[in-house]
Protein backbone atom coordinates (compact mmCIF):
# COMPACT_ATOMS: atom_id res chain seq x y z
CA UNK A 1 0.00 0.00 0.00
CA UNK A 2 1.26 3.64 -0.90
CA UNK A 3 2.13 6.18 1.59
CA UNK A 4 -0.72 8.44 0.17
CA UNK A 5 -3.27 5.62 0.15
CA UNK A 6 -2.20 4.75 3.93
CA UNK A 7 -2.56 8.48 5.16
CA UNK A 8 -6.06 8.33 3.23
CA UNK A 9 -7.11 5.60 5.11
CA UNK A 10 -8.32 7.13 8.65
CA UNK A 11 -9.64 9.35 6.81
CA UNK A 12 -12.25 6.43 4.35
CA UNK A 13 -12.74 4.27 7.13
CA UNK A 14 -14.14 8.07 9.15
CA UNK A 15 -16.16 9.04 6.58
CA UNK A 16 -17.89 5.16 6.40
CA UNK A 17 -18.48 5.47 9.51
CA UNK A 18 -19.65 9.01 9.65
CA UNK A 19 -22.00 7.49 6.57
CA UNK A 20 -23.14 4.60 7.99
CA UNK A 21 -24.79 6.46 11.47
CA UNK A 22 -26.43 8.82 9.27
CA UNK A 23 -27.54 5.86 7.36
CA UNK A 24 -28.57 4.38 10.52
CA UNK A 25 -30.61 6.93 12.02
CA UNK A 26 -32.13 7.62 8.57
CA UNK A 27 -33.45 4.12 8.42
CA UNK A 28 -34.75 4.98 11.96
CA UNK A 29 -36.89 8.17 10.32
CA UNK A 30 -38.30 5.92 7.61
CA UNK A 31 -39.23 3.28 10.78
CA UNK A 32 -40.93 6.21 12.12
CA UNK A 33 -42.56 7.66 9.16
CA UNK A 34 -43.68 3.96 8.15
CA UNK A 35 -45.46 3.17 11.36
CA UNK A 36 -47.08 6.38 12.18
CA UNK A 37 -47.04 8.63 9.08
CA UNK A 38 -50.65 7.32 7.35
CA UNK A 39 -52.27 8.03 10.74
CA UNK A 40 -50.40 11.58 10.73
CA UNK A 41 -51.74 12.82 7.60
CA UNK A 42 -54.96 10.97 8.09
CA UNK A 43 -55.46 13.08 11.25
CA UNK A 44 -54.51 16.04 9.18
CA UNK A 45 -56.79 15.62 6.63
CA UNK A 46 -59.73 14.45 8.99
CA UNK A 47 -58.77 17.89 10.75
CA UNK A 48 -59.06 20.17 8.00
CA UNK A 49 -62.53 18.64 7.11
CA UNK A 50 -64.09 18.85 10.32
CA UNK A 51 -63.21 22.61 10.85
CA UNK A 52 -64.22 23.13 6.96
CA UNK A 53 -67.30 21.82 7.39
CA UNK A 54 -68.06 23.21 10.83
CA UNK A 55 -67.58 26.60 9.52
CA UNK A 56 -70.13 25.84 6.33
CA UNK A 57 -72.83 24.96 9.79
CA UNK A 58 -71.82 28.15 11.93
CA UNK A 59 -73.54 29.65 8.91
CA UNK A 60 -75.81 27.55 7.37
CA UNK A 61 -77.66 26.06 10.81
CA UNK A 62 -81.11 27.17 11.26
CA UNK A 63 -80.47 25.38 15.04
CA UNK A 64 -79.11 27.66 17.58
CA UNK A 65 -77.56 24.26 19.16
CA UNK A 66 -76.62 22.89 15.69
CA UNK A 67 -74.68 26.50 15.51
CA UNK A 68 -73.29 26.20 18.88
CA UNK A 69 -71.64 22.34 18.26
CA UNK A 70 -70.32 23.65 15.17
CA UNK A 71 -68.50 26.46 17.06
CA UNK A 72 -66.98 24.33 18.73
CA UNK A 73 -65.83 22.18 16.48
CA UNK A 74 -64.15 24.48 14.73
CA UNK A 75 -62.66 26.43 17.80
CA UNK A 76 -61.15 22.38 19.36
CA UNK A 77 -60.60 21.00 16.02
CA UNK A 78 -58.47 24.23 15.15
CA UNK A 79 -56.24 24.12 18.25
CA UNK A 80 -55.76 20.07 17.62
CA UNK A 81 -54.55 21.25 13.63
CA UNK A 82 -52.32 23.80 15.16
CA UNK A 83 -50.93 20.88 17.39
CA UNK A 84 -50.60 18.51 14.93
CA UNK A 85 -48.74 20.69 12.11
CA UNK A 86 -46.28 21.17 15.03
CA UNK A 87 -45.77 17.91 15.66
CA UNK A 88 -45.39 16.91 11.77
CA UNK A 89 -42.81 19.34 11.84
CA UNK A 90 -40.90 18.01 14.43
CA UNK A 91 -41.33 14.79 12.38
CA UNK A 92 -40.49 15.58 8.84
CA UNK A 93 -43.65 14.36 7.78
CA UNK A 94 -44.97 16.54 5.17
CA UNK A 95 -48.94 17.10 5.56
CA UNK A 96 -51.63 17.71 2.88
CA UNK A 97 -52.25 21.28 1.86
CA UNK A 98 -56.75 20.47 2.19
CA UNK A 99 -58.79 17.57 3.00
CA UNK A 100 -59.04 15.38 0.10
CA UNK A 101 -61.09 15.49 -3.25
CA UNK A 102 -63.67 13.20 -1.57
CA UNK A 103 -64.01 15.19 1.87
CA UNK A 104 -64.50 18.60 -0.59
CA UNK A 105 -67.35 16.78 -2.46
CA UNK A 106 -68.93 15.99 1.21
CA UNK A 107 -68.76 19.86 2.15
CA UNK A 108 -70.17 20.49 -1.30
CA UNK A 109 -73.28 18.47 -0.73
CA UNK A 110 -73.35 19.62 2.60
CA UNK A 111 -73.43 23.28 1.00
CA UNK A 112 -76.91 22.67 -0.65
CA UNK A 113 -78.93 21.73 2.05
CA UNK A 114 -80.92 24.26 4.17
CA UNK A 115 -82.50 24.42 7.33
CA UNK A 116 -83.81 21.24 9.56
CA UNK A 117 -82.66 18.69 6.67
CA UNK A 118 -79.01 20.25 6.92
CA UNK A 119 -78.69 20.42 10.77
CA UNK A 120 -80.03 16.99 10.90
CA UNK A 121 -77.52 15.87 8.27
CA UNK A 122 -74.75 17.77 10.16
CA UNK A 123 -75.42 16.36 13.64
CA UNK A 124 -75.67 12.63 11.97
CA UNK A 125 -73.06 12.52 9.75
CA UNK A 126 -70.30 14.82 11.19
CA UNK A 127 -71.54 14.91 14.67
CA UNK A 128 -71.71 11.31 15.43
CA UNK A 129 -70.95 9.29 12.65
CA UNK A 130 -67.38 10.91 11.84
CA UNK A 131 -66.41 11.33 15.55
CA UNK A 132 -67.26 7.63 16.57
CA UNK A 133 -64.92 6.49 13.56
CA UNK A 134 -62.18 9.54 14.58
CA UNK A 135 -62.44 8.15 17.95
CA UNK A 136 -61.77 4.35 17.42
CA UNK A 137 -58.99 5.39 15.07
CA UNK A 138 -57.63 7.54 17.80
CA UNK A 139 -58.23 4.76 19.81
CA UNK A 140 -56.46 2.18 18.29
CA UNK A 141 -53.30 4.71 17.51
CA UNK A 142 -53.12 5.37 21.33
CA UNK A 143 -52.53 1.60 21.66
CA UNK A 144 -49.80 0.69 19.16
CA UNK A 145 -48.30 4.31 18.20
CA UNK A 146 -44.54 3.68 18.04
CA UNK A 147 -43.75 7.50 18.53
CA UNK A 148 -44.24 8.78 22.07
CA UNK A 149 -44.89 12.25 20.87
CA UNK A 150 -47.51 11.03 18.52
CA UNK A 151 -48.81 8.78 21.62
CA UNK A 152 -49.17 11.66 23.66
CA UNK A 153 -51.24 14.09 20.63
CA UNK A 154 -53.81 11.32 20.35
CA UNK A 155 -54.00 10.53 24.22
CA UNK A 156 -54.74 14.31 24.54
CA UNK A 157 -56.77 14.54 21.75
CA UNK A 158 -59.70 11.37 22.84
CA UNK A 159 -61.52 13.18 25.28
CA UNK A 160 -61.81 16.39 23.12
CA UNK A 161 -63.61 13.61 20.24
CA UNK A 162 -65.04 11.95 22.81
CA UNK A 163 -66.45 15.60 24.52
CA UNK A 164 -67.98 16.52 20.65
CA UNK A 165 -69.45 13.32 20.21
CA UNK A 166 -71.18 13.72 23.70
CA UNK A 167 -72.80 17.35 22.64
CA UNK A 168 -74.14 15.53 19.56
CA UNK A 169 -75.58 13.00 20.77
CA UNK A 170 -77.95 15.13 23.49
CA UNK A 171 -79.06 17.51 20.83
CA UNK A 172 -83.27 18.44 21.85
CA UNK A 173 -84.80 15.74 20.94
CA UNK A 174 -87.03 17.79 17.92
CA UNK A 175 -83.42 17.77 15.94
CA UNK A 176 -82.12 14.07 17.04
CA UNK A 177 -85.16 12.16 16.58
CA UNK A 178 -85.19 12.59 12.34
CA UNK A 179 -81.49 11.66 12.15
CA UNK A 180 -81.87 8.17 11.20
CA UNK A 181 -83.75 8.53 7.46
CA UNK A 182 -82.42 11.87 6.31
CA UNK A 183 -80.29 11.37 3.70
CA UNK A 184 -79.18 7.82 4.00
CA UNK A 185 -78.72 7.48 0.26
CA UNK A 186 -75.88 9.56 -0.07
CA UNK A 187 -73.79 9.04 3.31
CA UNK A 188 -70.51 11.16 4.19
CA UNK A 189 -67.35 9.75 4.21
CA UNK A 190 -66.51 8.80 7.72
CA UNK A 191 -63.58 9.95 9.74
CA UNK A 192 -60.34 8.89 9.17
CA UNK A 193 -61.42 6.48 6.43
CA UNK A 194 -60.06 6.78 3.09
CA UNK A 195 -60.75 8.66 0.02
CA UNK A 196 -63.28 6.87 -2.13
CA UNK A 197 -62.67 9.24 -4.95
CA UNK A 198 -58.94 9.55 -4.63
CA UNK A 199 -57.74 6.24 -3.56
CA UNK A 200 -55.63 8.63 -0.59
CA UNK A 201 -56.11 8.10 2.75
CA UNK A 202 -58.22 10.70 4.83
CA UNK A 203 -57.63 12.40 7.93
CA UNK A 204 -59.06 12.93 11.34
Same mark, same amino acid.
Given at each position: M @??? #???LLPLLMALGLSFGV =? =? #?? @?? &??DKLARADRKFIQQAAESGM? !??EIARLAESKASSPDVRELATTLARDHSKANDELVRLA? @? &? &?VELPAAPPHGKRKDIEKMAKLTGSEFDHRFLREVGIKNHEEDIRKFEQESAKAKDADLRAWVDKTLPTLREHLAMAQKMPAA !? =? @?KMGNRGAAQPLSSGLSGDRDSGNPTGR
Open positions: @STT #AMR =A =A #AE @ST &KDF !EVN @S &K &K !E =A @S
